[in-house]
């Protein structure tokens, strides 16, 4: 059994992977601020002794929050291009500062492994296709900046007591506790299951790598799980090769399981990201390879929306939307709160 500490443990992949740690009987800590509600992660596992719920920012995590952790696996911030373009600053902030005070806390509590959560989209305008571990990079946005920002500082961290990893997520599909609609998979079955209509923006041949999110949760313990020699100190793009699709071709999966689909293209997306990905390094030392189809993924999502199980119109499932209203509820207590109370 290990203690695994999980930053983000209330969002789309973390809400997922504690379930999944908790199953293996391991021991969780879920670091978050639960921008996307405390209730997400539901009573079973409120309820667990071996899950601790710790309602904190990653700027304020300290070496004492890390006392006997055995992996600090870190997830959290702003998580997409249009969210860390509201505040540049603010971005920088959480996602490079939080992300880096927690690995330094994690060393020196003598946290023996330290994996972060990093994106493909770091490839950005990728110039070739079967984008490895060592091409160049091309960040596009704020996001994808301070993904290489972060990364380069972690490695520049990592020692022989601290072994760092850092995994390159493919964009992530599917079910999750805490539903999000501004993924590509995710977006384009809801609005196919809602309105009838699949958006294509951009011309629809860009690239774009896919993974399951219970797939980026075994990757993840794949990682963890692997003798140090063979994580420590690595960049691995976290996907499978049978699942680099251009636009046009996700938009088919799903017009194949939703009947009277119209297809509208779009010629403008503000959004120039384009990558071909290998991710032949995972599979090839860690054995990693992918359960889940991208249909597997859009069919959940179909039945969940049928069944009730996720709500279309919750507006915490647009990420985006979300942390504007945060940002417009902080304005309206700056300027109206007496004794942090409005009413
Ligand atoms: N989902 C994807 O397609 C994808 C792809 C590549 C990389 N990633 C990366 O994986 C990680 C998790 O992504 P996700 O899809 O679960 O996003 P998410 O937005 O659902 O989760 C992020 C979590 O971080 C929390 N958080 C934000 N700021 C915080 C702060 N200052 N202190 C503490 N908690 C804070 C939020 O409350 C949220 O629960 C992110 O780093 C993201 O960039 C995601």
């Known amino acids: ?21 908790l199953s293996q009987g391991h021991r969780v800590i879920g670091v978050d601020r639960y921008y996307f509600g405390k209730d997400v992660l539901g009573s079973e596992v409120m309820n667990n002794q071996r899950f601790t719920m710790l309602q904190k920012d990653i700027r304020d995590i300290t070496v004492e929050d890390m006392k006997d952790v055995d992996v600090v696996i870190d997830l959290a911030g702003l998580s997409n291009d249009p969210t860390c373009d509201l505040k540049p600053n603010l971005t920088y902030s959480i996602n490079f500062k939080g992300g880096i005070n927690v690995a330094e806390c994690a060393r020196k509590a003598k946290v023996p492994r330290y994996i972060y959560s990093s994106s493909c989209s770091v490839y950005g305008l990728g110039e070739a296709t079967k984008l490895t571990e060592t091409s160049e990079v091309h960040p596009q946005s704020y996001y994808a900046k301070g993904k290489v920002d972060v990364e380069r500082h972690l490695l520049e961290l990592a020692n022989s007591d601290f072994s760092v990893t850092l995994l390159r997520n493919a964009t992530v599909y599917g079910l999750s506790k805490r539903m999000r609609f501004d993924l590509v998979i995710n977006i384009m079955t809801l609005k196919a299951w809602k309105d009838r209509r699949i958006f294509i ?96 993924g859009a069919k959940e999502i179909i039945e969940a929306l049928n069944y009730g199980v996720i709500d279309p119109d919750d507006a915490r499932t647009r990420t985006i939307d979300h942390y504007k209203f945060l940002l417009r ?15």
């Open 1 to 21: 059994m290990k203690n695994i500490l999980v930053t983000g443990a209330g969002g789309y992949i973390g809400s997922t992977m504690v379930d999944h740690f």
């Open 201 to 296: 923006l951009g011309g629809g041949k860009q690239w774009r790598p896919l993974i399951h999110v219970r797939d980026v949760v075994s990757g993840f313990a794949a990682a963890m799980d692997a003798p140090r020699d063979k994580v420590a100190g690595q960049i691995f793009n976290l996907g499978s090769d049978e699942q680099n699709y251009q636009v046009f071709q996700i938009a088919g999966i799903i017009k194949d399981l939703i009947p009277n689909v119209e297809v509208i293209q779009v010629p403008d997306d503000a959004d120039k990201r384009t990558y071909n990905v290998s991710f032949a390094k995972i599979k090839q030392t860690l054995g990693f390879q992918a359960q889940f189809s991208a249909r597997d």
């Open 329 to 343: 509820v902080e304005d309206t207590m700056a300027e109206l709160a007496k004794n942090g109370r409005i009413f």
